[in-house]
């Protein structure tokens, strides 16, 4: 794959509504966890929030092509060994490989400053409501809003994923499936190695130079510490 192939330009299609309509939330101007840029997403036509929720359906039934290689069944057996004894397991857990749980950057050691981004919503953050799901689009005036309930989640987990008060802020565990198909890795896509794991190192050295980042090498990067410091 070339790398202009990995940033397609998106033209509007004719006939189909853009998804870049914006409605008030009840909420409005504070911000979030349902809306932390304070607005949401929904086009004229369509129920508040009905495309988002339609687009969510549709990415969870979506599965990877199987990869043309495959390694044997030993291979793979030793691997999800090493997997579990790594404890990889702890964290990339039950069926799509994630517990959900947002991990502090301080403890996960990746690139830490994404994790910090939406700090400063903090100064403006409230209490999570929407319109009602039968609500049209344009919101007619006196629209019924209601809360989100948030009171059954972690506190502590709230405060890691927007970096709240004095937490750094974290990266949400990852899961694992379709990885042959994803590199580069990580929440910044900063983890990139070529086929030739020698010379071709890090975006500079793939996708800038026109060459697809390798998922097997990509992935030892993951993992061998020398390759990684590299
Ligand atoms: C403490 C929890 C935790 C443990 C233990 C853990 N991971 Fe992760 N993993 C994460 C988090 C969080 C991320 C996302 C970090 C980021 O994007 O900066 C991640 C990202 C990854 C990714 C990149 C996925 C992608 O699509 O970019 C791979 C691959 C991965 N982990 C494999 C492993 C393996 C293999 C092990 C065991 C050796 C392991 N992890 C152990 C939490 C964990």
Redesign the pocket.
């Given at each position: 794959m070339k790398p202009s192939q990995f940033f397609a330009k998106v033209d509007p299609t004719p006939g189909v509504p853009g998804v870049n309509e914006m409605i008030k939330p009840p909420s409005f101007p504070k911000l979030t966890m349902m809306a932390p840029d304070g607005l949401y997403i929904s086009s004229p036509g369509y129920k508040v929030g009905e495309q988002v929720n339609a687009m969510a359906a549709y990415q969870n039934t979506i599965v990877p092509p199987a990869g043309k290689q495959q390694a044997n069944g030993r291979t793979l057996k030793m691997g999800q060994e090493v997997?579990k004894r790594?404890?990889?397991i702890?964290?990339?857990a039950g069926d799509a490989f994630t517990n959900n749980r947002v991990?502090p950057s301080t403890?996960?050691g990746?690139?830490p400053s994404r994790a910090a981004a939406l700090k400063k919503t903090g100064n403006m953050f409230g209490p999570a409501s929407m319109y009602a799901p039968d609500t049209p689009v344009p919101v007619p005036p006196g629209a019924k809003a209601v809360a989100v309930p948030t009171g059954h989640l972690d506190p502590e987990q709230i405060k890691l994923a927007f970096a709240h008060g004095d937490s750094p802020g974290?990266?949400?565990?990852?899961g694992?499936i379709g990885?042959l198909w994803?590199a580069p890795?990580?929440?910044?896509g900063g983890?990139a190695v070529g086929p030739d794991a020698a010379k071709q190192i890090g975006i500079p050295g793939t996708l800038l130079q026109g060459v697809a980042p390798d998922p097997a090498n990509s992935?030892r990067a993951?993992?061998d510490k020398q390759l990684r410091q590299k």
């Open positions: 997997f790594a404890q990889c702890s964290c990339h991990v403890v996960i990746t690139e974290g990266y949400k565990v990852k694992l990885l994803t890795y990580l929440h910044d983890v992935l993951l993992v």
